[in-house]
């Protein structure tokens, strides 16, 4: 699709260790979004950023940082992973074609933390 | 802060049938979108109303607007397998803000063969 992509799709991590995620894109949109998803809470959104080393919290941002030191790619990282924070986690990029805004998502990635 | 609910949580329909889901506000709607995901993958844009009344169809879905912007509705007709999967309702933050999206929780649709 969209030139959005997520990586790793799947990972098992353990308590106390950092990970990383990765979100790519290849359109150069300037708004980049990390969320996660949970049974019977929707996304979440966990920061964002709308431009290059231009980020900020979203609503249950503690325990994660951000990073976007370039356009395509957006870094989320859990500092010291907890077994809450066991998740599917999402990337989106908005776009904005002739003022109707349209998010584009990744595929997902699975993180399980024992 | 606004809220969306959506109704049901889950919804098993045998194929064929129509079905309807919506979604709530707590606020006037600025902007109602409507996503679908399958299990595992991420989220495929349906359809984005604005305007109150508004009302916007692909294949056999068919999303609206309510003319007080606090609801939306999403009709499928003559359901078929490959409808299957979660629906997700998002809205634009009500003050005006274009950084963030609001969620449902989502609905969860079965089609029985």
């Known amino acids: 699709d969209a030139g959005i992509t997520q990586s790793p799709r799947h990972k098992v991590t353990e308590t106390g260790t950092p990970v990383t995620l990765r979100c790519h894109q290849t359109e150069n949109h300037r708004y980049m979004y990390w969320y996660r998803q949970d049974p019977g809470h929707g996304l979440r959104l966990i920061h964002y950023?709308?431009?290059?080393?231009?980020?900020d919290k979203g609503e249950v941002s503690d325990g994660y940082s951000v990073s976007r030191s370039k356009t395509e790619d957006f870094l989320l990282t859990l500092e010291s992973a907890t077994s809450s924070q066991t998740s599917v986690y999402f990337c989106?990029?908005?776009?904005?074609?002739?003022?109707?805004?349209?998010?584009?998502f990744g595929s997902g990635t699975r993180l399980t933390v024992v | 802060s606004q809220e969306l609910e959506q109704s049901p949580q889950s919804l098993i329909v045998q194929e064929g049938k129509n079905l309807t889901i919506n979604c709530t506000s707590s606020?006037?709607?600025?902007?109602l979108y409507w996503y679908k995901q399958k299990y595992g993958e991420g989220l495929i844009f349906l359809m984005m109303?604005?305007?109150g009344g508004e009302e916007k169809s692909h294949e056999k879905i068919t999303a609206k607007l309510d003319e007080k912007k606090q609801q939306s509705s999403l009709h499928i007709t003559a359901s078929q397998p490959s409808h299957a999967g979660i629906y997700l309702c998002?809205?634009?933050?009500?003050?005006?803000?274009?950084?963030?999206?609001?969620w449902g929780a989502g609905t969860k649709l079965i089609i029985k063969p």
């Open positions: 950023s709308y431009g290059v080393k231009d980020t």
């Open positions: 109303l604005q305007k």
């Open positions: 989106a990029i908005r776009k904005q074609p002739e003022q109707i805004f349209d998010y584009t």
């Open positions: 998002g809205a634009d933050s009500p003050d005006g803000s274009n950084y963030q999206l609001i």
């Open positions: 606020k006037t709607l600025y902007g």
